[in-house]
T-cell receptor, first 114, second 112 residues
Framework: AQSVSQHNHHVILSEAASLELGCNYS??????LFWYVQYPGQHLQLLLK??????LVKGIKGFEAEFIKSKFSFNLRKPSVQWSDTAEYFC????????????FGSGTRLLVRP | DVKVTQSSRYLVKRTGEKVFLECVQD?????MFWYRQDPGLGLRLIYF???????EKGDIPEGYSVSREKKERFSLILESASTNQTSMYLC???????????FGSGTRLTVV
């Protein structure tokens, strides 16, 4: 069965530290890749997405992610985090069959200390 | 942007009750989804629908059913609520996956 793994469940950083959150998926076919963010008390929002082309994608709020096909990975990065980045981050994969369903990882809770 | 509205933010129901969770999208999108979100487990897909009257089981459909009589509305039904169905339920909608999907604000259901 297809799955998405996020290895870091809880991450605590100080402001200005660099961030990298890991995401690996298990599916041999063509996929679309997403990172969603859920700020405290808010609904899930799309942070960035990869569909095709340049494997380094840039999203909102200074986030970026790199798709490495050989490693089945789509890691999220930010060079310098802010307190306002405190949130839960979800990696997701959609399969290029007819279903269009999204499969989510278990999430990573990020706490940024001021 | 697609707006997805879930009718209730908080619900408390008794064990054995039949529960309806409603979700409405304001765009003409084909795909709608129901997930449940539990700490440490992320979002797990319950059911999804890619057209009116069309539905497919997700990863955890047991104890749930769905209804999609109109394109804009996707209902999740708990036939006989149980305490292990206490959770946050999220509805999502959208068209082509490239655009990402829009999520509602969630319904926190407590079954007592």
């Amino acid at each position: 069965a297809q799955s998405v793994s996020q290895h870091n469940h809880h991450v605590i950083l100080s402001e200005a530290a660099s961030l990298e959150l890991g995401c690996n998926y298990s599916y041999g076919g063509t996929v679309n890749l997403f990172w969603y963010v859920q700020y405290p008390g808010q609904h899930l929002q799309l942070l960035l997405k990869y569909f095709s082309g340049d494997p380094l994608v840039k999203g909102i709020k200074g986030f970026e992610a790199e798709f490495i096909k050989s490693k089945f990975s789509f890691n999220l990065r930010k060079p310098s985090v802010q307190w306002s980045d405190t949130a839960e981050y979800f990696c997701a994969v959609s399969l290029m069959d007819s279903s269009y369903k999204l499969i989510f990882g278990s999430g990573t809770r990020l706490l940024v200390r001021p | 942007d697609v707006k997805v509205t879930q009718s209730s933010r908080y619900l408390v129901k008794r064990t054995g009750e039949k529960v309806f969770l409603e979700c409405v999208q304001d765009m003409d999108h084909e795909n709608m989804f129901w997930y449940r979100q539990d700490p440490g487990l992320g979002l797990r897909l319950i059911y999804f629908s890619y057209d009116v009257k069309m539905k497919e089981k997700g990863d955890i459909p047991e104890g749930y059913s769905v209804s999609r009589e109109k394109k804009e509305r996707f209902s999740l039904i708990l036939e006989s609520a149980s305490t292990n169905q206490t959770s946050m339920y999220l509805c999502a909608g959208g068209g082509r996956p490239f655009y990402g999907y829009t999520f509602g604000s969630g319904t926190r259901l407590t079954v007592v």
